[in-house]
């Protein structure tokens, strides 16, 4: 990293959106590095299908930086609104589409890979897990995913699907629990004590 990139990777997202405003590519690279490939894997686990999701990601933070030169900074968080974006443009394809979403293509870690039967069982694991989030209705899926696999708070998911935080609490109860049930009976297959 160049002595300037290192000072800016210092900075918080909405600093570095009024720096890319003011034409500092530095500031763009530094944010690309940290909010695509959350973008990205968010929008694999609702779409399933890699090249869609990747498509969505660049067309997402497309739209990041032409909202760069209007960005409050204090308002919504970069990478909140960037999850907004993705959800709404995923939410499109599939609507468009009219196709179940199987999200059994997601891609597995590419990094610090465990052994062969490791990375069998986990495959396993995350086949059902993505067959059963794909059962899942399409607004519970995004505050299921977002919440338990992105990480986000539940103030920033009612953020980003323009719902209540009240309301994002029951869509990853009612998750969870509809996950819980379709994969009870899994157990032993997927390599769990029972």
């Known amino acids: 990293m160049e002595p300037l990139d290192?000072?800016?990777d210092q900075l918080q997202d909405d600093a570095l959106m009024v720096l890319f405003a003011n034409g500092e590519p530095a500031a763009a690279r530094i944010l690309t590095a940290r909010l695509l490939p959350r973008a990205l894997s968010h929008a694999a686990r609702v779409l399933g299908d890699r090249a869609?999701?990747?498509d969505v990601a660049q067309e997402a933070m497309?739209?990041?930086?032409?909202a760069a030169a209007n960005w409050q900074p204090g308002g919504a968080k970069p990478s909140t609104w960037l999850y907004k974006v993705v959800a709404n443009m995923t939410?499109?394809?599939l609507r468009r589409s009219g196709r179940a979403v199987g999200l059994d293509e997601s891609a597995e870690p590419e990094d610090d890979r465990p052994g062969a039967e490791e990375q069998l069982v986990q495959a396993g694991r995350m086949a059902a897990l993505d067959a059963a989030l794909a059962r899942l209705p399409e607004r519970?899926?995004?505050a299921v995913v977002l919440r338990h696999i992105e990480g986000l708070?539940?103030?920033e998911i009612a953020d980003a699907l323009e719902i209540s935080v009240e309301a994002?609490?029951?869509l990853t109860a009612r998750g969870?629990?509809?996950l819980a049930q379709a994969l009870a009976g899994q157990k032993e297959a997927l390599g769990y004590d029972t």
């Open 91 to 93: 939410v499109d394809r």
């Open 62 to 66: 497309l739209r990041l930086w032409r």
């Open 140 to 142: 519970q899926r995004q």
């Open 176 to 178: 969870k629990r509809a």
């Open 52 to 54: 869609e999701a990747e």
């Open 6 to 8: 290192a000072d800016l």
């Open 168 to 170: 994002v609490e029951s």
């Open 153 to 155: 708070s539940n103030p």
